[in-house]
């Protein structure tokens, strides 16, 4: 089961701000990598697949990168509705497997 | 407008049964690989099982294997989660997930969820 590891685990910043969230896997998942936001009580909510598309909907102060086994979300500029936890996700292979997930909290 | 609800969740004693189910609509149902993803109280996301469109392959995660059962029927747009030997890790909400990608991720099992019901509480306790 490949592992996947979020920094930090939580990020505390100011409205405006620049986020940068990491996510590290086990071995290499290539680009299957997603990242989805969930706000309490709420289900996840797909930002980004494959490493860097935008899902349908999603602003482009989201972005995702990397590839093989570190990956990036960057929120360009936090707007107050983007303070969550933020999960990664590999389908590399069975299990699917999540990251533990950064909490965005407000400074 | 894509909509999943789930139902069935409740309280249940340690080594009970359950029969979770997820109603779709909005999509071809039939054309969309499903998922049942798990989150503990105040914890993170467990992929449970996936299923593909036509049901003939199914996919478990090694806490669940031989204990839950995932199903589909495809002229009620609706999926199952039928769970038995229940324990009390297995407290958590269940949400269904339908994947992104149609059914090209069948063949492993692994899809991302672009859409997710809101959940359905499953608590195990005497």
């Known amino acids: 089961e490949i592992v996947l590891t979020q920094s930090p685990a939580t990020l505390s910043l100011s409205p405006g701000e620049r986020a940068t969230l990491s996510c590290r896997a086990s071995q290499s998942v290539s680009s299957y990598l997603a990242w989805y936001q969930q706000k309490p009580g709420q289900a996840p909510r797909l930002l980004i697949s494959?490493?860097?598309n935008r899902a349908t909907g999603i602003p482009a102060r989201f972005s995702g990168s990397g590839s093989g086994t570190d990956f990036t979300l960057t929120i360009s500029s936090l707007e107050p509705e983007d303070f969550a936890v933020y999960y990664c996700?590999?389908?590399?292979?069975?299990?699917?497997?999540f990251g533990g997930g950064t909490k965005v909290e407000i400074k | 407008e894509v909509q999943l609800l789930e139902s069935g969740g409740g309280l249940v004693q340690p080594g009970g049964s359950l029969r979770l189910s997820c109603a779709a609509s909005g999509f071809t149902f039939s054309t969309y690989a499903m998922s049942w993803v798990r989150q503990a109280p105040g914890k993170g996301l467990e992929w449970v099982s996936a299923?593909?469109?036509?049901?003939?392959?199914?996919y478990y995660a090694d806490s669940v294997k031989g204990r839950f059962t995932i199903s589909r029927d495809n002229s009620k747009n609706t999926v199952y989660l039928q769970m038995t030997s229940l324990r009390a890790d297995d407290t958590a909400v269940y949400l269904c997930?339908?994947?992104?990608?149609?059914?090209?991720?069948?063949?492993?099992?692994?899809?991302?969820?672009?859409?997710w019901g809101q959940g359905t509480l499953v608590t195990v306790s005497s």
């Open positions: 997930a339908k994947s992104s990608l149609g059914d090209r991720c069948s063949s492993s099992g692994s899809c991302y969820g672009d859409y």
């Open positions: 996700q590999q389908r590399t292979n069975w299990p699917p497997t």
């Open positions: 494959d490493a860097s």
């Open positions: 299923i593909s469109s036509s049901g003939d392959r199914t």
